[in-house]
């Protein structure tokens, strides 16, 4: 990533019209990404996806709102791996994301898109689901650039480890927002988001817009830039 590179993204990013956009190719993201949705054979955009990630871009805190099978894992880890990436992020800088999913088996989907399509980026990215070695895993998540993690778990983890560096944050995804809430998981949330800076993007993704969501939305994303937005794929 050489200065030049960056500089023509950023420009990119500014010039760019966030609306008329239907693939991932004309987007201003960077060359690792846009590799990585090709070889995954990703082209066009879902309706959450065009409507969303060209705001997150541009560095807006997103309510997001499309029912299930929408796309919405690609709408939060596209503007994820750009945030760091354009942060020139490097696997000394510690944590830089963090991904909060109701249950172990989305989280698992998840990591595995992130796999998929950051594949020619070079941070190192995690799953914190639980597992027997819990001091095992706090080694590692000291290590990792991305997480991504289960609420109750991730908890647990803040609470045993005094050490447990958050400060630098850039980016907090919590996605499957109403399921999060559902799940009983919303003071788990709450004290997260007290670890966290606040000078960070926040993406909120729900299939439902209930009004605990809209509670935790006001919770947790930037009262003055926020968007909210509730795609629906036109027939
Ligand atoms: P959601 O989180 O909204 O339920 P997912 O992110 O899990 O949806 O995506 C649902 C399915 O759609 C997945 O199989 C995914 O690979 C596929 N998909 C997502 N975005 C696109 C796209 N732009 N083009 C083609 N397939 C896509
Ligand atoms: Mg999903």
């Known amino acids: 990533r050489d200065v030049k590179e960056l500089e023509d993204l950023e420009r990119r990013i500014s010039d760019f019209d966030p609306k008329d956009v239907t693939t991932f190719t004309e987007l201003p993201i960077s060359k690792p990404t ?6 995954s054979h990703f082209a066009t955009m879902t309706e959450i996806q065009k409507q969303s990630i060209p705001l997150a871009l541009k560095g807006t805190d997103i309510l997001g709102a499309a029912k299930t099978g929408s796309g919405k894992t690609l709408a939060f ?44 980026h070079s941070f190192s990215a995690g799953l914190v689901i639980g597992g027997k070695d819990a001091q095992a895993e706090r080694d590692r998540i000291s290590r990792l650039n991305i997480l991504v993690c289960t609420p109750g778990r ?7 480890a005094a050490g447990f560096e958050m400060g ?10 109403d399921r999060i809430l559902d799940m009983g998981f919303r003071k788990t949330i709450d004290a997260i988001i007290q670890h966290l800076p606040k000078n960070r993007q926040t993406l909120l993704f729900s ?29």
């Open 207 to 235: 299939a439902t817009q209930t009004k605990s969501v809209t509670d935790l939305a006001r919770l947790s994303l930037s009262p003055n830039a926020a968007e909210y937005i509730s795609a629906h794929e036109k027939a």
């Open 154 to 160: 991730l908890l647990q983890h803040m609470d045993q």
């Open 77 to 120: 880890l596209i503007p994820l791996l750009e945030t760091l990436y354009r942060d020139r992020w490097t696997q000394q800088d510690g944590l830089g994301a963090l991904v909060l999913s109701p249950t172990r088996e989305l989280a698992i989907q998840i990591f595995d898109v992130l796999r998929k399509i950051g594949r020619a």
């Open 34 to 39: 846009a590799n990585g949705l090709k070889l």
């Open 168 to 177: 630098n944050l850039k980016i907090l995804v919590l996605d499957e927002a």
